[in-house]
């Protein structure tokens, strides 16, 4: 069972700064995608991931602010110009074809 752990969530001023870590058991060239999505009141949505091949797709929201990377151990979500939107529970995942797996969730709260 593939595990990923999360780190990196807060409590943050808006207009400030984080970075989320996501490190799977596997290695993380052996699925498709991994990003990061996150759940406020509603649906769970997509706010970045980066394919095997290294390309990268962000919500409209996150454009010019926050940046999707990765080494050969996890994925990063740096975010900065951080607003109140932006809080939620964000949940790294990792994708190979049809199968998805699931981090446990890491709390971001943005406060004016």
């Known amino acids: 069972q593939v595990q990923l752990v999360e780190s990196g969530g807060g409590l943050v001023q808006a207009g400030g700064s984080l970075t989320l870590s996501c490190a799977p058991s596997e290695s993380i060239f052996d699925f498709n995608y991994m990003g990061w999505y996150r759940q406020a009141p509603g649906a769970r949505e997509l706010v970045a991931r980066i394919?095997?091949?290294?390309s990268t797709n962000y919500v409209d929201s996150a454009k010019g602010r926050f940046t999707i990377s990765r080494d050969n151990i996890a994925v990063y979500l740096h975010m900065v110009g951080l607003k109140s939107e932006d809080t939620g529970v964000y949940y790294c995942?990792?994708?190979?074809?049809?199968?998805?797996?699931w981090g446990q969730g890491t709390q971001v709260t943005v406060f004016s």
């Open positions: 995942n990792a994708n190979h074809l049809a199968r998805n797996w």
């Open positions: 394919s095997v091949g290294g």
